[in-house]
Every structure is written in structure tokens, then in C-alpha cells.
């Protein structure tokens, strides 16, 4: 009975031994950030950022002038016209407030649509360089302390993408 525990113990070590998962490890961020599209996404993103400044400071522009007529000419206005132009300014000043809302929610929206596409590349680059090489687990290293000894598999998907690896930086 001993020698049968000892024989079936034996085996099942055996086969836990053999089936030690393969761990593998990637910064997503440096993967995305060395993509192509990722360089291309952030410029149309700055334009975009910078087309939204300048529609609101058209409109801060436009408050100003606006105001400035106001404070020169409201003395020369009866009562009904004060009142008139000073709900005019008003609804300036609302459109200048709810516009920088606006553009924040926009940029979000772009930024969202520009860069969700490439991330999912390459979380499926990932997923496919994992797969090929007989990966278990694929951690992500933005999100992890600390973690055991695994291999770094960002080389292999920068090579799956057609990307040539960034230099080594130099520590200071």
C-alpha cells in the first residue's frame, strides 16, 4: 500500500514539475509609446489640443471686446438696454465657461478614439507573442510591485511589429 502511495505520489510530482506555467512580463506603455501610430496619434492630438485653445481663446477674445463695450458705453444706455446687453454678455460669458468644459470632454473623446485602437494592438501583440512562445501568464509591469524572475517579452513584440528597439538608456 506504501509502495503504491509512493508510486502514484511520485507521478502526480512528475507531472506538477512539468506543468510549471511559463510567466512572461511587458510594460504595455513603452510597447504602445514605440508604435508608429502612437507618434502619429499624439501629433494630431497636439493639433487638435491646440485648434481647441485657439477656439477658446476666440471666445475669451470675443467676451473681452464685448465686456469692454459694455463698461464704455452702458452709462450712454436707458435702463431696458443695460439690462438687454448686460444678459448679451452674460450668455458670452457662459459660452466661454461651458466651451472650456466642452473642450476637455472633446479632447477625452479624441484621445479616447485615437488611442484605444493601438493599445488594443498591442495588448493582441502581446496576447500573439505569448501564444507562439508558450506563455502561461503574461503580467503587465506597470501594474505589478513586485513579481518573480520572468522574461521581458517587449523585445519579442517590438520584432513581431516590425519595430526596431529603442537604444538602452544610460543611467546617470
Known sequence: MKRTYFLILLIFSGFLVHAQPK?????????????PEYKKATTDLDEY????IQMGQDRQREYARYDSIFQADSSKWNAAQREVKKTELNGLYLKVINFNQEAQKLMGQRE????????QKAL????????????SYILNKEQLIAYPATDDILPLA???LNITPPAPEVKK
Open 112 to 119: 479616447q478614439a485615437l488611442l484605444n485602437p493601438i493599445q
Open 158 to 160: 517590438l520584432k513581431k
Open 23 to 35: 510567466l512572461g512580463h511587458i510594460s504595455i506603455s513603452e510597447l504602445v509609446a514605440a508604435m
Open 49 to 52: 489640443e491646440k485648434a481647441l
Open 124 to 135: 493582441q501583440t502581446a496576447q500573439a507573442v505569448a501564444k507562439e512562445n508558450g506563455y
